[in-house]
């Protein structure tokens, strides 16, 4: 059948028509490929034949409108078959911009069109530019540019349009070159009335440049209207960081580069360094600059987070703002009830774990500086596992701003709080113990515990007590520092200690957490209140508060407590001066030590003339007082001295009498009798007594001197003995009871001149 050129311009025109509907197929971005589309269908086939050339081996057609080219098409040979299909050879299309200024291209060695069906077919390759800008001169009339910038190129095989249904399809691999990345997918699928390139499988896009990410997906789309491209199933992965999702969304600008990335559906974000990092949400976004780097991420609608490593951690937030710089992540914002744990160490899994909760919270995750910020009030949670030498417990530290500082491992250092710190601590069975300050600050040890606490600034400290209606413990001080491996408190500033009803001050006070004991140094003060009276008492029967001063102090969570060092104790007027001095709040009773050159002295009263009270000093190495039996035992040395009398022993007792209630609090308590034993002497103005026991009655001032024998002297009448003698201080009577026989019963009055 001989060569119809007629015919054969017509079915080339069409040809043509539809490989530039292809061309616009794989077009992202330039609308006026659309529009010289619809304009060479609608003008039909006698219309596009201006300015056609063809030969047998050469064929060209061209389109311009107001003197400026619109597309061309050159092939090195066009063929009619006796089928009535048409075919070009070796062709090359060149669609131009409105302003002349950007150039698509579509080449390949054969193209087929059958009419009756509508298909165009590519035979081979087909090699796509789109959104090429030329360098150079921009003039109304280009020949196909040599060089391009910015294209997007795409390069596939089994191309097939279909006229009748605008859609573009191949099952191949596809290929794809932009200037920031290249590609490939299995399969795709252009339509024209959408404007919507499909990717079927297989997606693989490799960014430029060192440290590029790659980017996988099972499938994805490409409109041009908004520039995006989407991606399902995808992965990016960088050096430093991944993100996955189930549907990921790449918005692009004017030069096709990545603006924003949108993922929805399981989204997940990993950081990599020494230890990585997972975040997990259902939402999550990040931000592009125009120079390829992650400006920031955004991750929401409830975040996961998961760091492996040797100190795993684990949290979740309502929302996690990311920041990066040099696409490395710098400072992650997490808001909505953020909720984060730190395990134990894997070698050291006794040890504590850490828990911070708070409604928003800054990790700054940037290298030498790590750090996890509260944005408002926040808790810590210190978690200890039981083990055989302790039980379980917990430490809650609370403050209305919290920092924590990380090593580069993950592992927490220190914990600052500020202001209005606050500190519980629990172990079962016990009652909680609660720390209060302006500043926490918590310091960790390499293996992941405690190593010290301290708070300044209005310390404050309480405990309830275990025993239902007792009063528990409290302390204040400006300062106060702990040591878990001894479990003590120090507090400087002022320190005040109260425990069960008495008050501890002191220039430094030390608290053992464990066992309630208190060290006091330097200027010592307790006082003893919430004391009532005891009916049957005496020296410290009354219902006043009991007062204790000097250097130093131990004291006991069961009332027990020793003073040393100048230590003074009164109650009212009654008074125990010791170098040191042990008592017990509860059974009320005083152990008094002295020293040679510091004997323990005390103070008590009895009637005098006229009734009036006068008091008795007794002085001596050791005291020992209960009140209960209000019995004073003193040892080594005793002196006893009254207004009108001394008296040495080697240990005496002074008996008193009850405390009665009518008894003001001021007065001393009352003296019933004292028994003296060994070595004993009393001396009364010129009157001497000596003997190995002594029995004095406050009552009537009554002394009765047995063993030795007792005798009397006196300056005037000479010396009496007996087996007994009785003086007394108001006059100058002396009662002599006789041995039997042989020491008859002398009773003697001295005449008073």
């Known amino acids: 059948m001989p060569l119809n050129v007629r015919r054969l311009r017509l079915w080339i025109a069409a040809a043509i028509a539809l490989l530039v509907l292809v061309v616009a197929g794989f077009y992202l971005r330039g609308y006026y490929a659309r529009y010289l589309l619809a304009r060479t269908i609608k003008e039909k086939t006698q219309k596009l034949g201006i300015d056609i050339q063809q030969s047998a081996d050469q064929f060209s057609l061209s389109k311009s409108e107001g003197g400026r080219t619109i597309f061309t098409i050159h092939a090195s040979k066009a063929v009619q078959v006796t089928s009535g299909h048409a075919e070009l050879h070796d062709v090359n299309i060149v669609v131009y911009g409105e302003q002349g200024n950007r150039f698509d291209q579509i080449y390949g060695k054969s193209f087929e069109y059958d009419p009756k069906s509508g298909m165009v077919r590519a035979n081979g390759e087909v090699h796509i530019d789109l959104q090429g800008v030329a360098k150079g001169e921009q003039r109304p009339d280009l020949s196909p540019p040599k060089e391009l910038e910015n294209p997007i190129h795409l390069q596939t095989t089994g191309l097939e349009f279909n006229r009748n249904t605008g859609i573009a399809n191949t099952n191949e691999q596809i290929e794809f070159r932009v200037p920031q990345a290249s590609g490939s997918a299995v399969g795709a699928t252009y339509d024209s009335k959408a404007a919507k390139l499909t990717l079927h499988s297989a997606v693989h896009l490799q960014q430029s440049g060192e440290g590029g990410a790659t980017l996988t997906a099972a499938s994805g789309t490409i409109t041009k209207d908004p520039q995006l491209i989407e991606f399902n199933d995808a992965l990016v992965a960088r050096q430093a960081s991944d993100i996955e999702a189930e549907h990921l969304s790449v918005y692009l600008r004017e030069d096709n580069s990545i603006e924003k990335i ?16 997972r975040a997990e949400a259902p939402h999550g976004e990040a931000f592009v600059d125009a120079d390829d780097h992650i400006q920031k991420g955004i991750l929401s609608g409830g975040v996961v987070i998961d760091s492996q490593g040797d100190q795993a951690m684990h949290g979740t937030a309502g929302r996690v703002l990311l920041d990066f710089a040099n696409n490395q992540l710098k400072v992650a914002h997490a808001v909505d009830k953020v909720h984060l744990v ?19 919270v800054d990790f700054n995750v940037a290298p030498g500086k790590r750090t996890a910020s509260t944005i408002g009030p926040g808790q810590i949670v210190l978690s200890s596992p039981a083990s055989a030498k302790a039980s379980a417990s917990s430490t809650v530290a609370t ?61 404050r400290y309480s405990e309830p007590s275990a025993k239902p209606g007792e009063l528990g413990s409290t302390a204040a001080a400006a300062k106060a520092t702990y040591d878990p491996q001894t479990q003590m408190f120090t507090l400087t500033g002022s320190p005040r200690i109260t425990d069960s009803g008495s008050t501890t001050t002191a220039d430094h006070v030390r608290v053992n957490r464990a066992t309630g004991d208190a060290f006091a140094d330097g200027n010592v003060k307790t006082t003893y209140s919430d004391l009532k009276a005891q009916p049957h008492g005496a020296l410290l029967a009354s219902s006043e508060p009991i007062h204790i001063t000097a250097a130093k102090m131990i004291g006991h969570r069961n009332g027990t407590a020793t003073y040393s060092g100048n230590a003074r104790l009164w109650q009212g007027s009654n008074t125990v001066g010791a170098p040191t001095i042990d008592f017990d709040r509860d059974k009320r009773t005083v152990l008094a030590q002295g020293k040679p050159s510091q004997p323990v002295s005390t103070v008590f009263v009895q009637p005098g003339d006229e009734g009036k009270q006068t008091p008795v000093t007794v002085t001596g190495s050791r005291l020992s007082y209960m009140d209960s039996e209000r019995q004073a035992h003193f040892e080594g040395g005793v002196v006893v001295r009254s207004a009108d009398a001394t008296l040495t022993a080697d240990h005496a007792t002074v008996f008193l009498n009850p405390h009665a209630s009518s008894t003001k609090a001021t007065q001393a308590s009352q003296l019933d009798k004292i028994v003296a034993e060994g070595h004993v002497e009393v001396q009364q103005q010129d009157r001497r007594g000596t003997g190995n026991k002594l029995v004095y009655i406050a009552q ?54």
Do not use: Y
Request: aromatic letters at 4%; zero cysteines.
């Open 262 to 277: 949108l993922g929805t559906g399981k989204v997940i974000a990993t950081t990599h360094g020494k230890t990585d990092t």
């Open 399 to 459: 403050a209305d701003h919290l920092i924590a500082n990380f090593d580069a491992k993950g592992h927490l250092q220190t914990l600052v709080g500020s202001p209005n710190a606050k500190v519980v601590s629990s172990i079962p069975g016990q009652p909680d113990k609660t720390t209060t300050s302006n500043v926490l600050t918590v310091s960790m040890n390499a293996a992941g515990g405690v190593s010290g606490i301290t708070q300044e600034g209005d310390f």
């Open 342 to 360: 730190q395990d134990p160490p894997k070698n050291h899994p006794q040890q504590q774990s850490m828990t911070l909760n708070a409604q928003a």
């Open 700 to 753: 009537d001032q009554s002394f009765t001197l047995t063993g030795g024998p007792p005798s009397i002297f006196d300056a005037e009448h000479g010396k009496v003995t007996g087996v007994s003698l009785t003086f007394f201080s108001h006059d100058d009577r002396v009662l002599v009871e006789g041995g039997g026989k042989s020491a008859p019963s002398v009773t003697k009055a001295r005449v008073i001149k």
